[in-house]
Structure formats: C-alpha cells, structure tokens
C-alpha cells in the first residue's frame, strides 16, 4: 500500500515570502495530522482533519499559517509571510480514525523548509 | 494537557547489548502510548503503541515496551541492540484529539 506522499521535498524561501505544501494521506485514512518539527526537538501538531473538517487547530499560528482538505482527501498548508522561525520540517501523518481504536499515524517523508 | 519526557538526549549501547530508551508521560485520562523512530531524512516510523490490555507491548524490529501505570513509564527496551537501530526515538502520548511528542532521544549502537 502507498503511504503518505508529500511535496515538495526542500523549499528555501527568503522572509515574507509564501509557501504551500501538499500532503496525500493514505487511501481511506478519514484523518490528516499536519505537524512542525523544529531541529532538536519533537513533531509539534498543527492542526487536525477528519475528513474535511478541522478537528484541533490549537496550536497553528492562524495569522500567517492556514490549511485545508477540501475534499477530504489530500491537503495543503500554507505560510504566509514566513518568518525565520518558521525554518522547520512540516511532517504530515494520516490515521484511518482514531475514535474506533485505530490510533496509530503514518507520516510522510517531510518537507523541510529554511527560510533566509 | 497531556505531556511526555525523554529524560536522556543521548544513548550509547554497544552492539549485542540490551537497551533501553526512557519515557514518562502525563496525562488525565487513560493514556494512549505510541513509540516511533526516524531515521535520517525519513519520515517518523511507527515502532508500538500502547492502548489497553497486556502491559508489555511487541512491535516492529523486535522492540517492545512496557507500560507501567504507577511510575507512569513506558520505556522502549530491546535484547539485543544491532547497529541498524541507530536513529532517533520518540515517545508519544494521545489524550482526545492532542498528539504530544517528547524532544526525543538519539540512540547510538556501536559496533
């Protein structure tokens, strides 16, 4: 079976500047995990689909990061303006649906991002 | 909220030898326990998870860990380490709809 496939793989983007990224859950996974991890330390959640509708987004920075999953289906997120701290590798993860016991997420290579 | 520790940046076993990579968690309600590894420009792996019943738990690469609900611990353990097993490991607990990591631990098998 496929898994989570993500693009693109780098992007070096200077400050204030906009990127997206896309992530393809794997087939039928209802749920998609867009996480930031910073160099040295943990995959922080951004924000959470189920299917279509966001479940958590807590701890997304809403004023310049925003995402979506139109069709329940693929995803992208976005940043705009990008800021220096913002240099991270965005890992997305999709899981069939957690609420029937079926917890564990299957994450994607990553894309890593350095903003200059 | 729920919350984990890694409480060593850094392990070092030598090949052959039994390991163990530590965890403690917090959380409110009945945890659910994930461990994952990532290898270097890969993406996060999943290794267990933790979600009711028998309190020692098998899962890929011939790890397992051990969920103890008194120390609140749920330490990744191997027999016998191989150079392979050389990554990084995190520790997760989920508690609703949160998915928390700890800052993760390096493990280094050497030959």
């Known amino acids: 079976e496929a898994g989570v496939a993500q693009s693109p793989r780098y992007k070096i983007i200077e400050k204030r500047q906009s990127v997206a990224f896309w992530c393809n859950p794997i087939s039928g996974h209802a749920t998609l995990y867009w996480y930031q991890q910073i160099l040295g330390q943990g995959p922080k959640l951004l924000i959470q689909f189920q299917n279509n509708g966001v479940v958590d987004d807590s701890q997304l920075p809403k004023d310049r990061f925003s995402a979506e999953r139109l069709k329940g289906v693929d995803s992208t997120l976005k940043i705009q303006p990008a800021k220096l701290e913002d240099s991270a590798v965005y890992l997305c993860a999709s899981s069939l649906n957690p609420g029937l016991g079926q917890e564990t997420q299957y994450f994607g290579p990553g894309t890593r991002l350095l903003v200059l | 909220a729920q919350s984990v520790a890694q409480p060593e940046d850094q392990v070092n076993v030598a090949e052959g030898n039994p390991l163990t990579v530590k965890c403690t968690y917090s959380v409110s309600g009945n945890p659910y326990l994930f461990w994952y590894v990532q290898y270097p420009n890969r993406g996060l792996q999943f290794l267990l998870k933790?979600?009711?019943?028998?309190?020692l738990v098998k899962g890929s690469y011939g790890f397992e860990a051990e969920f103890n609900k008194s120390q609140t611990s749920f330490h990744l353990k191997k027999p016998s380490a191989l150079v392979s097993d050389s990554a990084l490991y995190f520790c997760a607990v989920r508690d609703t709809n949160d998915m928390r990591f700890g800052a993760g631990t390096r493990l280094t098998v050497k030959p």
């Open positions: 933790y979600i009711t019943g028998d309190n």
